[in-house]
């Protein structure tokens, strides 16, 4: 099981299906993170987990600030206090 980064999504598959973390860049140097969805065949699995994790450890190896939208991304975010330094709110 492996994560796989597209420009807008990070993503795993497995038996099929995809499960995967929406988030966006800016030339400011934040990124959002918008949405996860896992299927329900693939639930309880820790695809959500690994998901979120993928997505803050890009976020900290690139230097960017982090905007969390996503329950999920928050709900992860409240169990893995090393990545509290990175997050903030964008401003527009």
């Known amino acids: 099981m492996g994560t796989l980064r597209t420009p807008k ?3 795993i598959s497995e038996d099929g299906q995809t499960a995967y973390l ?3 860049t800016d030339s400011s140097g934040w990124m959002t993170i918008w949405h996860t969805e896992v299927p329900s065949a693939l ?8 998901l979120a ?5 890009y976020a900290k190896t690139n ?11 928050l709900h992860f975010l409240s169990e893995h206090s090393e990545y509290k330094a990175l ?3 964008k401003r527009e």
């Open 63 to 73: 230097h960017l600030r982090v905007d969390v939208i996503c329950p999920l991304a």
């Open 22 to 24: 929406e988030f966006e």
């Open 87 to 89: 997050v903030g709110k």
């Open 43 to 50: 639930r309880g699995r820790g695809l959500a987990t690994e």
């Open 9 to 11: 999504k990070f993503e």
């Open 53 to 57: 994790r993928a997505a803050f450890e």
